[in-house]
């Protein structure tokens, strides 16, 4: 059976955006980039909200054709073109990318029938008003969270208003030249 798992950028204090929405605080550079491609490696469907997916439908196939891309945006922007992508908004009546579904209605039962598909993870990247759905479904096994050394103050947050109490078991963790310490968490049981 595959997993939910959630991989998002938050702040030292945990939020996942700063409270205009940006994620200019994030210190992407090559380390993350080759973090990414080590995550996007174990991806059998990424699974958006409707925010991030807009932004990643209007920004990604542009680079198919862009020859100023890097040849890792360009890979990325063509697997990302062939993958099995995965939209959960209960606004949207329709999404257009290629290989796209949305899932509007019965989310846990959707989300249940994908897991149960052979192949790689489902990982749900940023979307934190989906992860925070997805969350309160008791949907997410996994937790691949990037904390990078910074504090917001103020922002949007998967994790607050959860309710209850999440207990988690660490599996595994690193620390970048940068500051950022990947850490990957499952639900303790």
């Not at 200019?24 to 991030?52: C, F, H, M, Q, S």
């Not at 862009?66 to 959960?88: F, G, M, R, Y």
């Not at 329709?94 to 209605?105: C, G, Q, S």
């Not at 309710?163 to 850490?183: D, Q």
């Amino acid at each position: 059976m595959r997993k939910l798992v959630l991989f998002m950028h938050v702040s030292l204090d945990g939020y996942a955006s700063d409270s205009n929405g940006g994620l200019d605080w994030i210190p992407y550079n090559e380390e993350l980039e080759k973090y990414a491609e080590e995550v996007v490696a174990e991806v059998g469907a990424p699974v958006y909200g409707r925010t991030t997916y807009r932004m990643m439908e209007s920004y990604w196939p542009t680079l198919l054709d862009d020859p100023n891309a890097s040849k890792h945006e360009l890979e990325h922007a063509k697997w990302l073109q062939a993958v099995k992508k995965v939209v959960i908004s209960g606004t949207m009546d329709k999404v257009e990318w290629n290989n796209t579904m949305l899932i509007k209605d019965n989310i846990a039962d959707e989300i249940r029938a994908l897991k149960e598909q052979p192949g790689k993870n489902l990982v749900i990247f940023g979307s934190p008003g989906a992860a925070k759905t997805l969350l309160e479904l008791g949907l997410i096994d996994e937790f691949l969270l990037t904390i990078c050394p910074v504090v917001l103050g103020d922002g949007t947050s998967v994790f607050d208003g959860a309710g209850e109490k999440i207990r988690l078991k660490l599996l595994s963790s690193r620390t970048f030249k940068s500051g950022i310490i990947a850490a990957r968490y499952e639900l303790e049981k």
